[in-house]
């Protein structure tokens, strides 16, 4: 009988006595309790264990909803780092289209320029009353003359075709201002969207860190509820529930890890499966033996089959367990089945992963801060990210990016220095939390709004089946 189970049966015989004392101590010939006086404490310890469940029940809802709570806030500082980089990539193409039509539009000016010097050249040798022959008339030998109507000519190629590129340079310009225009608006549009995805990120937070604070609160109120009802003390109370929460993570963690371990399987049989050559044709089917179908005709009028009550009397019967050949093309012999290639091993975690895990270290008990790399605090892939810079490793800012960027590692082969990824629907467009495999079953990581980077026991639920090796 375990020490709960005497508790409550001491409780039953307490609420009795209580019930009973005055008549005991009065007199010793005093009648027992009645059946309904028993039934009233019975009820009142019913009541008393009901109250108790209902307590331990609210308790673990309080966790769960922690939880959630903490799964919202990261999803919202994931999606504010989205934000943020469409933000960057925008404004980058806005800066680039706007350099594009400044230079297109000085073009323009340039060609603009060129048309008005040419202009300005055809007035000052404009042909006169005489037309466009005056500059004959008027030349004092053959050999001006002929120069003056050169370069008359020329001057008019010259204008049609500056005329030509003036055009072909505005249209270029006007569609370079177009895509300004685009990349601005476009711009404007990203802002607007990190204007809000940072609100949402902060509200989350703050909803986080509200009901982490209301969570303790609440569970504090509840352990020194059931103490009372217990009658133990509300330290011995807060010792159990962590106890049992502590066991609930336990078995959640024990499913959650066998999910993912079989997700993995699963997934790499499949690969092996798609990487696997296709099976070589099989040949056609040999005609049946005489010795087996006697009565069988050969499939083809105009080369019938020997007669099977006819064999050829120098021709060796045929082995029971060989097929005849074909009569005029020999069937291919079946290859033999290459062996299945063993999956090659993702390679080792690198000496810079390892580094890395080693400065993460050092940041053990700075707060979680939303949308932060450093250096008073992180959020999830702001830690991860300047912990592999320090190592000299690049990795992208947000957890999709930095799985993208890493290589496929079943989570039963993680070593120290590997990336751990969560995601709420078991794919990588889900993607929204990441950590630093320390080794031996703890994680490195900054957790969420209200804690700090913390080196803690592997979480499995919502883990992906593959981890992330630089």
């Known amino acids: 009988m375990g020490w709960l189970d005497r508790r409550r049966q001491a409780a039953v015989s307490v609420a009795v006595l209580a019930l009973t004392s005055g008549m005991l101590v009065s ?19 019913g009541r008393t264990a009901s109250s108790i469940a209902d307590l331990e029940v609210e308790l673990a809802s309080l966790a769960t909803q922690l939880e959630d709570a903490t799964v919202r806030a990261q999803q919202a500082n994931e999606d504010y780092l989205g934000a943020q980089e469409a933000l960057d990539e925008a404004t980058a193409r806005a800066d680039e289209a706007r350099e594009a039509a400044a230079t297109a539009q000085a073009e323009v000016e ?67 201002q177009r895509r300004a225009d685009e990349a601005a608006a476009a711009q404007e549009d990203a802002t607007t969207a990190l204007a809000a995805a940072a609100e949402q990120a902060r509200d989350a937070a703050s909803g986080a860190e509200t009901q982490l604070a209301l969570s303790a609160d609440r569970r504090e109120g509840l352990i020194a509820q059931l103490a009372t ?118 390679p080792s975690s690198s000496s810079g992963a390892r580094a890395a895990l080693d400065w993460a270290r050092t940041q053990l008990g700075k707060p979680y801060v939303w949308g932060a790399a450093g250096p008073n605090g992180y959020d999830c892939s702001g830690l991860t990210q300047t912990a ?40 990588a467009s889900g993607i929204y939390h990441v950590a630093i495999y320390a080794g031996g079953g703890m994680r490195l990581h900054a957790p969420s709004p209200g804690k700090n980077v913390e080196l803690v026991p592997m979480y499995w639920p919502n883990v992906l089946p593959y981890g992330g090796r630089v």
């Open 27 to 45: 007199s010793a010939t005093a009648e027992p309790p009645s059946e309904e006086e028993i039934a009233a404490a019975r009820e009142a310890e």
């Open 110 to 176: 340039e060609q603009r320029a060129e048309i008005g010097r040419i202009a300005m050249s055809a007035y000052r040798s404009g042909p006169g009353a005489l037309g466009p022959i005056e500059p004959l008339l008027s030349a004092d030998s053959f050999e001006n003359a002929m120069q003056r109507a050169t370069t008359t000519e020329r001057m008019g190629t010259r204008a049609d075709e500056a005329l030509q590129r003036f055009q072909a340079t505005e249209l270029v310009a006007a569609t370079f």
């Open 229 to 346: 009802q217990r009658g133990t003390t509300a330290e011995l109370e807060r010792e159990r529930q962590d106890a049992q929460d502590e066991e609930r993570r336990r078995r959640e963690a024990e499913v959650a890890r066998a999910a993912a371990l079989e997700a993995a399987r699963e997934q790499e049989a499949a690969s092996r499966a798609n990487d696997r050559p296709a099976a070589p044709a099989q040949p056609a089917p040999a005609p049946s033996r005489p010795d087996s179908e006697p009565s069988r005709p050969a499939p083809e009028p105009a080369r019938p089959a020997p007669e099977p009550s006819r064999p050829e009397p120098t021709r060796p019967a045929p082995e029971p367990t060989r097929p005849a050949p074909q009569p005029t093309t020999p069937a291919p012999a079946k290859p033999e089945p290459k062996p299945e290639p063993a999956p090659q091993p993702p």
């Open 388 to 427: 592999f810079a320090r190592a000299g490793i690049s990795l992208p800012r947000t957890t999709k990016a930095q799985y993208a960027a890493t290589t496929r590692v079943p989570v039963d082969q993680l070593q120290a220095g590997d990336l751990i990824f969560y995601s709420n629907n078991g794919a």
